[in-house]
């Protein structure tokens, strides 16, 4: 069975804290995507990574930054998380155009 | 990205079928038209895809206009289980293989 699979379901952090959300995904796929969803906005494409250690901005990327030096992991990160980045955080992975697949996602809370 | 039009809301009754329409005008040539569906609670989750024929699978079928500036997902006995938030996307192989996500059409199924 396929799997996406990120590290948190729920959590909950500080303002100006250092945050990192992780997925990882058992596909060997080349695509991972980040996307964020708040209610009312869908869900908007934080950054994308098409290979070991390429990444390109999405449509929402400022105050997050990512890395991928493994394939199967895709890491997000908040450098000072802001209450503004309160939301639900899903990841994604893909193999050319062909099927995505989606983690369960993480709510982060920052308080 | 090629934008998308679906309608904000549709409502069905449980084993009838259901067409879901998606208005995408400005489809490059070379984009595959994907559905995906988010239920409650979940990450979005593939259902269909195709570039110009029509498409079955078992979980549903996807028209596809002459022109394809707009298709039809179909879904064939709607269950309670399918009440979920529908996106259409536009896809194809560039851009890293991006999804970019609209709001989508919330299905509910009523007994």
């Known amino acids: 069975d396929v799997k996406v699979t990120q590290s948190s379901r729920y959590l909950v952090k500080r303002t100006g804290e250092k945050v990192f959300l992780e997925c990882v995904q058992d596909m060997d796929h080349e695509n991972m995507f980040w996307y964020r969803q708040d209610p009312g906005l869908g869900l908007r494409l934080i950054y994308f990574?098409?290979?070991?250690?390429?990444?390109e901005k999405g449509d929402i990327p400022e105050g997050y930054s990512v890395s991928r030096e493994k394939k199967e992991r895709f890491s997000l990160i908040l450098e000072s998380a802001s209450t503004n980045q309160t939301s639900m955080y899903l990841c994604?992975?893909?193999?050319?155009?062909?099927?995505?697949?989606f983690g369960q996602g993480t709510r982060l809370t920052v308080v | 990205d090629a934008k998308t039009t679906q309608p904000n809301s549709m409502e069905s009754n449980e084993e009838e079928p259901v067409h879901l329409p998606c208005n995408h005008s400005?489809?490059?040539?070379?984009?595959?038209i994907h559905w995906y569906r988010q239920l409650p609670s979940q990450g979005p989750e593939y259902v269909i895809h195709?570039?110009?024929s029509n498409v079955n699978n078992r979980m549903a079928s996807l028209a596809i206009a002459e022109d394809r500036k707009s298709s039809t997902l179909i879904l064939h006995r709607a269950t309670l289980r399918d009440a979920a938030v529908y996106y259409c996307?536009?896809?194809?192989?560039?851009?890293?293989?991006?999804?970019?996500f609209g709001t989508g059409t919330q299905l509910k199924v009523e007994l």
């Open positions: 990574s098409y290979d070991v250690k390429m990444k």
């Open positions: 994604a992975s893909r193999e050319g155009a062909t099927e995505a697949f």
């Open positions: 400005t489809i490059s040539g070379t984009d595959y």
């Open positions: 195709g570039l110009t």
């Open positions: 996307i536009p896809s194809g192989g560039g851009g890293g293989n991006k999804l970019t």
